[in-house]
């Protein structure tokens, strides 16, 4: 069973983290747009894969309701470097935050980061900062991903009821995500 690894303890440092060989996805997201981060990484965890998401985060969140932006960026930093992945959850919402250009921008040299574009964002849309990444386009991208980390293959985690396929209505994604798109970004 995978879990929010916020309730473990952190490494002391990055390569204390990277000699554990844990695959941990770090989701970064813009603050309006939780709810569709929240199903992702309930998503995530039900496919065994293991989560930083910062709603689990007590630090994070006593530090920002108290105006501390130091600790605020410390919890931050400690969890991406305690994740191998970076998630950077896509929406118009993302073009205005502060937060998620900061986090790509320190991770971006640490750990493993991807794109993953939530419903309705339009061809040609993404920042070029944000293109710099691989893009994760839809569901059926998504999977793809979950099976190449999870070590499994897609139609092992389908048949297993791990994952629904992308085009499926109990799909929990389907009205997070588009189930596929054919266009290049």
Not at 55 to 72: A, E
Not at 105 to 113: C, M, N, R
Request: charged content about 20%; aromatic content about 10%; glycine content about 4%.
């Amino acid at each position: 069973m995978a879990l929010n690894r916020f309730y473990l303890p952190h490494s002391k440092t990055r390569q204390e983290f990277l000699a554990q060989n844990i695959k941990c996805i770090f989701i970064s997201h813009q603050q309006k747009d939780k709810d569709h981060a929240q199903i992702i990484a309930d998503y995530l965890m039900s496919a065994g894969l293991d989560v930083y998401f910062d709603k689990y985060d007590s630090d994070l969140r006593i530090h920002h309701q108290s105006g501390n932006p130091k600790k605020v960026t410390e919890a931050i930093c400690s969890g991406i470097n305690n994740s191998s992945h970076m998630l950077v959850l896509v929406s118009p919402n993302t073009l205005s935050s502060t937060w998620v250009p900061f986090e790509i921008g320190y991770g971006f040299d640490k750990i493993e980061l991807l794109v993953l574009c939530l419903k309705g964002i339009e061809k040609g849309s993404l920042p070029e900062y944000i293109r710099s990444a691989p893009i994760i386009r839809d569901i059926w991208d998504l999977n793809n991903k979950v099976s190449f980390w999870g070590d499994k293959s897609l139609e092992q985690l389908t048949k297993a009821n791990v994952i629904p396929e992308y085009s499926s209505l109990q799909n929990p994604l389907r009205h997070v995500m588009d189930s596929l798109i054919i266009d290049n970004y």
